[in-house]
């Protein structure tokens, strides 16, 4: 790799910690979905639950976020708990992590960020719902998310439900291929919209199982690439919210956005408020769905790469 060794001290929860001195799979998991991505009390019950998907897959969970200045790698219970029940905490990427860290403050940790810190971890598999993209309306904003970019350069696969149609996913498509970013998707020809299984537009690659995604992410090491795979995997369909349902949801939501002036890191966790309120709360039982199915996934790849030389 290009870069120098990190000299920044983890802090490892007892859990990852054995799982590291005996090779065991772990699996990475993001902190801003549970304080900006969803609702207390659901937002702590999903995270033990993924959790603990994770470890009924045959993997060990690794949730990352930043607490009072020391980067974890794995939280325990009560960690877990304070994190979803507090205020105003902030929501850390690639450009504000290490102020975040130096200053002693507490910060959650999005794509991007999860990305960074498993790394740092030796930990290459990384399971959320769904990364940031292309907003709308990008060409006037220049809203794009920074997760596209660490894609590029931070050897993590991180397995994703695709990109929720609050994003331009065209255009967000478009930055991912610029990037070089490897887009996969699990089992089907079409790229995959968060709560809804498929879209109209094509998935760049496809592949069917976890052993084939282990494989490509070894291959594009040996290939001495840079960064990561996004690999999209469609929520379950008996789960899916139909997109025709959600179009003018998230055309109402992002009027509102418009309308309030919202901007900046201030978009997303925006619209998947308004998003949960319209629907009555169907997005978030989906969005739980989804989330663990892709836990379940990135348990089966990092089990895979374990026994895949590097
Ligand atoms: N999508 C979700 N839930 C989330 C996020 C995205 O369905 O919680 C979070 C992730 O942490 C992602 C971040 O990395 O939002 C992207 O924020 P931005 O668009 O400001 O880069
Ligand atoms: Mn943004």
Not at 44 to 51: C, G, Y
Not at 81 to 96: G, I
Not at 114 to 142: P, Q, R, Y
Not at 257 to 283: C, M, N, W, Y
Request: glycine content about 8%; charged content about 15%; hydrophobic content about 45%.
């Amino acid at each position: 790799m290009t870069t120098a060794p990190s000299t920044l001290p983890l802090t490892f929860s007892a859990e990852v910690a054995t799982a590291r001195e005996s090779g065991a799979p772990i699996v990475a998991l993001e902190s801003t979905i549970i304080t900006h991505g969803m609702p207390y009390p659901q937002n702590l019950e999903v995270a033990r639950q993924v959790e603990q998907d994770i470890r009924d897959a045959g993997a060990v969970p690794a949730t990352i976020a930043v607490i009072r200045g020391a980067l974890h790698i794995g939280l325990d219970d009560d960690q877990l708990s304070d994190l979803a029940q507090a205020k105003d905490v902030a929501k850390l990427s690639r450009a504000d992590m290490a102020v975040c860290i130096a200053s002693g403050g507490t910060g959650a940790t999005t794509v991007a960020a999860t990305m960074i810190a498993a790394n740092l971890a030796g930990i290459e598999v990384f399971a959320t719902g769904g990364i940031g993209g292309v907003h709308k309306g990008a060409e006037d904003s220049f809203d794009i998310s920074a997760d596209l970019m660490e894609l590029s350069q931070t050897p993590v696969t991180v397995i994703a439900a695709g990109a929720k149609a609050i994003l331009d996913v065209p255009k967000t498509l478009e930055v991912l291929e610029t990037q070089g970013v490897p887009v996969i998707t699990v089992g089907q020809d079409s790229f995959p919209a968060f709560w809804s299984a498929g879209s109209a537009l094509q998935s760049p690659l496809r592949l069917d199982d976890a052993a084939a995604i282990a494989k490509a992410h070894r291959t594009r090491a040996a290939m001495g690439l840079p960064g990561g795979q996004l690999v999209a995997n469609p929520i379950p369909a008996d789960e899916e919210i139909p997109a025709a349902e959600l179009a003018p949801i998230i055309a109402q939501a992002q009027s509102e956005a418009d309308a309030q002036g919202v901007s900046g890191k201030g978009v997303t966790p925006f619209l998947l408020q308004r998003i949960f309120e319209l629907t009555e709360g169907h997005s978030l039982t989906a969005n739980i769905a989804l989330v663990r199915n892709n836990a379940r996934l990135g348990a089966k790849i990092a089990a895979n790469l374990v026994n895949l030389p590097r």
